[in-house]
């Protein structure tokens, strides 16, 4: 079973039955998405999560719901493997600067800002 240290910097909590996704550390990534034109953010990420979710592994798109803020990352779901294979996602793109740019670049706009 992944703990918070395999999937930092997001962290997994669980609360009546709905597990979620946060994440308030942005500081290592901010110069991956002012290159593409962005804020690195809550809402930053909620666009790149949403990529991800669309690039690599679809099925998740109707599972997870997303409510960021501009300083918080967050996202929520009933089924505990399906956030945690999208916070594997977010660890992927937090560890190679290749697949965050593919995500920034296939980020749709309105979700980013």
């Known amino acids: 079973m992944p703990t918070n240290d395999d999937i930092a910097p997001v962290r997994l909590l669980e609360e009546g039955g709905t597990f ?5 550390e942005f500081d290592g990534w901010y110069g991956a998405f002012e290159d593409a034109g ?4 809550g809402r930053g990420w909620h666009g790149v999560a949403d990529a991800l979710i669309r690039l ?6 109707k599972k997870v719901r997303f409510d960021p803020e501009a300083s918080t990352f967050v996202a ?3 089924d505990r493997e399906v956030v945690l294979r999208l916070a594997k996602l977010m660890k992927e793109a937090t560890a190679d ?7 920034l670049a296939n980020g749709e706009p309105d979700l980013m800002e």
């Open 56 to 61: 690599k592994a679809p099925l998740l798109k």
């Open 20 to 24: 979620s996704l946060v994440r308030e």
């Open 76 to 78: 929520h779901g009933t």
């Open 38 to 41: 962005y804020e690195g953010g």
């Open 97 to 103: 600067p290749a697949v965050l740019r593919e995500a």
